[in-house]
């Protein structure tokens, strides 16, 4: 069963940036792909950005191409979301999931942090 805690959300202007982390436990986490995922208010939740298990690749969805950088870190426990050049599109609940390989589903999420940018 693994475990993830957010944290490193908050309210920032537009153009600011924000680094949110991610604390990973309970399995082997070399095994898994952790991502970002965020959902606004009367929005679905979607996709941000996910690396792969090993860290050599990474995914990100088209909106935030250029501005945000996920990495995980040499134990595999921690993963990070950069978010530069915040756009007023950009706030919603940030969510943390990891899922075990090539498996298709997310199996494993966070509680969630707030990212609030003001204009």
């Known amino acids: 069963q693994v475990q993830l805690v957010e944290s490193g959300g908050g309210s920032v202007q537009a153009g600011g940036s924000l680094r949110l982390s991610c604390g990973a436990s309970?399995?082997?986490?070399?095994?898994?792909?952790l991502g970002w995922f965020r959902q606004a208010p009367g929005k679905e939740r979607e996709f941000v950005a996910a690396?792969?298990?090993?860290?050599?690749?990474?995914a990100y969805a088209d909106s935030v191409k250029g501005r945000f950088t996920i990495s995980r870190n040499a134990a595999w426990n921690t993963v990070s979301l950069q978010m530069n050049s915040l756009k007023p599109e950009d706030p919603a609940v940030y969510y943390c999931a990891a899922k075990f390989r090539s498996t298709s589903n997310y199996a494993y999420w966070g509680q969630g942090t707030q990212v609030t940018v003001s204009s």
């Open positions: 690396i792969l298990y090993g860290a050599t690749s990474t």
């Open positions: 309970g399995g082997a986490l070399a095994n898994y792909v």
